[in-house]
Structure formats: C-alpha cells, structure tokens
C-alpha cells in the first residue's frame, strides 16, 4: 500500500489512502478508528520540491503538517539581508508547524521548506484540536512533542552560550549521527546532505569557519567526506 501510496499524484489520493497514511505516523498509530477517519476526510497531501517553501514567517498559522516523506527545514530568515538561521531539520514522520494550537498571534513565527522533495499531509488545526479532545493519548502525544521542541530550543540557547564552534559541531555531528545515521563499517553514516552553510546555520557560525574545523576533522581521523555526507569514523569522540 505504501509503495502504491508514494506512486499516486497527492491529489488522486483517496480518503482511504490517507487513513492508511495516517496510521503509519507517528501521531496516528494509537488512533481510534473514527478519528483516523475524521483526520482523513478533512486532511489534504501536498507535494513540495526541494527548496520550496511549506509556509513562511508571518503567514497565518491555521495547520499542521506531518511529513509522509522526505525532510522538513525550520528556520528563521532575516528580512532585511536574507540571512538564515536553521532550527532542525526534521526527518519523515515528524509533525510540525504546532505553533498553530498556540499562537496568540495567530502568525507563523518560522519558515519550513522542502530540504528535499517531500510529501506532507495538511490538517487543519480546529480539526486537530477536535482530536485531543476527544483522544488522550493525542493530547498527550501532542504535549510532549511541544515540551521536547522547547526543550530542544534552550539546550541549543545553552549550547550557543557556553561553548565554542568546535564543541556546538561536536554535538550537532552526534545529535545528526543518533537521528539520521546509518551503521557503516568505517563507522556511522549520517545519511543526510550538510553542505557547510547549512552546519554552519545551525551551529551559529560561518561558512569557512565549518568549513576549517571539518577538515581538521577529518585529517585527525574523525570524520570523512563520503557523497556530500558526513561519516563519523570515531562517534566515541564526539560524546
């Protein structure tokens, strides 16, 4: 079903297919059956290219998003010289854009765009607030998720305040490696395109700067450069 499923254009997907998406998310899998099918009926699959924006800071925030597949970036883009600050990247499964059930604004306060081609199912936020009514364990799920992306935001906060460029790398490189890595024999793959302005984005740094420290890596032996990827070939050296 799910190969049938990534074939099909997003807009012949029936309300069926959806209901079969949604319970293979993360959020979706402990949901009764009405409320799989409510979601379905009144949820739409979009498909975003590489690059694309999904919404941009300052856009109504009326829905969520989980990502069927591919990867979502959050970021924050300054108006006046374009410059951006990434947030995370997010990989398939995850659910985004929850600052809809909150907003006192009722406004992005981020960007999300397509870090690579990506399908995404839309819910509309009264809908899902509809759900963690009637459901627990969605209200619950709901909860943590915001609690582990505050926490995640005043541990980068922390991270920004206490330590220099090489330990902010150091502990992106293992955070990418637990999340995204795939077990090689040379070491662990963290099976993502970096490209050094992203890295730096999210560290807090330039270009170059990434740029000299990753080399020095890896002539020490710690990472290599494999397809526009990085391999941790020492992971211990990064705890």
């Known amino acids: ?22 319970r293979n998310l993360e959020f979706g899998a402990t949901l009764s059956d009405s409320l799989v099918s409510d979601f379905a009926r009144n949820s739409v699959v979009l498909d ?4 694309r924006f999904v919404y941009r800071a300052g856009e109504p925030a009326d829905c969520l998003y989980a990502i069927i597949h591919g990867r979502i970036k959050l970021c924050r883009i300054e108006t006046d010289n374009g410059r951006e600050a990434v947030i ?9 854009g ?9 406004q992005r306060a981020n960007s999300a765009i397509a870090y690579e081609n990506s399908r995404l199912l839309r819910i509309h936020a009264a809908d899902f607030k509809r759900g963690m009514a009637e459901d627990d364990r ?13 926490d995640h935001a005043e541990r980068r906060l922390a991270d920004f305040a206490l330590n220099a460029i090489p330990a902010r790398l150091d502990r992106l490189l293992a955070e990418f490696s637990d999340r995204y890595g795939v077990t090689e ?11 050094h302005r992203e890295i ?10 990434v740029t000299v420290r990753l080399n020095a890596m890896r002539r020490e032996g710690t990472i290599e450069f494999v397809k526009r ?3 941790i070939k020492r992971p211990a050296s990064l705890a």
Not at 98 to 106: I, R
Not at 138 to 150: A, E, K, S, V
Request: charge should be positive.
């Open 1 to 22: 079903m799910k190969a049938v499923q990534q074939h099909k254009r997003a807009r012949d997907l029936t309300s069926e297919d959806r209901a079969e998406i949604i």
């Open 48 to 51: 975003f290219r590489r690059r």
């Open 88 to 96: 995370d990247i997010l990989p398939e499964g995850s659910l985004f």
């Open 98 to 106: 929850e600052s809809a059930l909150y907003s006192a604004a009722g």
């Open 138 to 150: 969605l209200h619950d799920y709901t909860f943590r998720l915001i609690g582990q992306r505050l």
């Open 185 to 195: 024999p040379e070491g662990v793959l963290i099976d993502i395109p970096l490209p």
């Open 200 to 209: 730096a984005s999210i560290v807090g740094s330039t270009r170059e700067s």
């Open 229 to 231: 990827r990085i391999l």
